[in-house]
């Protein structure tokens, strides 16, 4: 997920070339099945963030799929792994439907197979959802091996705080939004009306408009987490409503790749028109029907609402 890891240089090549000897000591005495497929998640910009089982595997396997053979390779040299072309398989959004097949046919024979894209987790936002389909419907076995993922790593600095209403706890990850100005109105017209935390990513090309886009969110909060991982790592957060002016402050702060969290929408205060509302509408109608109305009225937390009505009906 997002860019590729950064190009490395020598010096650091060699010292990442001596982890697959801790990754043998660490991670070779498990048991690895034959004719299983492994999803391997990859570093995101920083090589250091990957796990010395998935170092292993990669160096144990028969073959790795990739979403770019060159990249990978690339990056399998960085950790003193050699691979052959021929042990590495091009299986990328254009061909993974007929590559995966190619996949499964040597897993029935036996082989070991990881998948990797070119950063990150596959399946999340890059290939691998549809081969890994594709293995499981064939009767053989799928193992992740965890690792980066730029949704996890913003959500774990957007400082998002438990919930106290179940329906803003959790988030949503909603990935790319559409290119064309009048779908993305209205994937935002969805967020906007979604409680929950939303994660979206961005390319650095198309993030100015994307910014003018979350606007409508006004006060909003908006975790931005630029350049996740790498030498020019930044995290900010604000109200939707200043992201471009923010953007604009600075032009490094369009650079990059970035991962944004739309923060849980703010639950109102409680001012006592809910249970205004929800005492008329438990005289006619049922309780959970009068809570819910009560709730779209009011604006306020339906368990809550829920827990009043309840206490009404046993004091009434």
């Known amino acids: 997920m997002l860019s590729s890891p950064s190009v490395v240089t020598p010096t650091l090549t060699s010292t990442l070339a001596t982890s697959l000897g801790a990754a ?3 991670a070779s005495a498990q048991v690895y099945p034959p004719g299983t497929l492994y999803v391997v998640a990859t570093p995101i910009g920083n090589l250091a963030d990957i796990s ?8 144990m396997v028969d073959a790795v799929a990739c979403e770019d053979t060159r990249h990978t390779q690339s990056l399998l040299r960085a950790y003193g792994i050699e691979r052959s072309n021929a042990q590495l398989l091009a299986l990328h959004q254009h061909n993974e439907a007929q590559a995966a097949q190619t996949v499964v046919e040597r897993l029935q024979q036996g082989e070991r197979i990881a998948y990797v894209s070119d950063a990150g987790t596959p399946g999340v936002s890059d290939p691998g959802a549809r081969l890994v389909a594709a293995v499981q419907a064939a009767g053989l076995r799928t193992v992740p091996l965890p690792g980066a993922s730029s949704v996890t790593a ?15 706890q959790g988030f949503v990850f909603a990935g790319f939004l559409p290119n064309k100005t009048q779908e993305r109105a209205a994937a935002v017209a969805q967020i906007s009306a979604q409680a929950r935390a939303v994660v979206l990513l961005e390319a650095p090309h198309r993030i100015d408009e994307l910014a003018q886009a979350l606007a409508v969110l006004g006060p909003r909060a908006v975790t931005v987490a630029r350049e996740i991982t790498k030498q020019f790592e930044q995290v900010a957060t604000m109200p939707a409503q200043d992201l471009s002016a923010w953007l604009a402050q600075d032009p490094n702060r369009s650079r990059g790749e970035f991962a944004l969290v739309v923060h849980p929408a703010t639950v109102q205060a409680d001012s006592g028109e809910g249970e205004r509302v929800l005492k008329l509408l438990l005289a006619e109608l049922p309780l959970k029907t009068a809570v819910r109305i009560a709730a779209e009225i009011s604006g306020e937390p339906k368990n809550a609402l829920y827990d009043l009505a309840l206490t009404l009906k046993n004091q009434g």
Do not use: K, N, P
């Open 52 to 59: 010395l089982r998935a170092l292993w595997v990669l160096h």
């Open 24 to 26: 043998r000591d660490a």
């Open 154 to 168: 913003a959500l774990s600095v957007a400082g998002i705080t438990a919930a106290h209403d179940w329906e803003t």
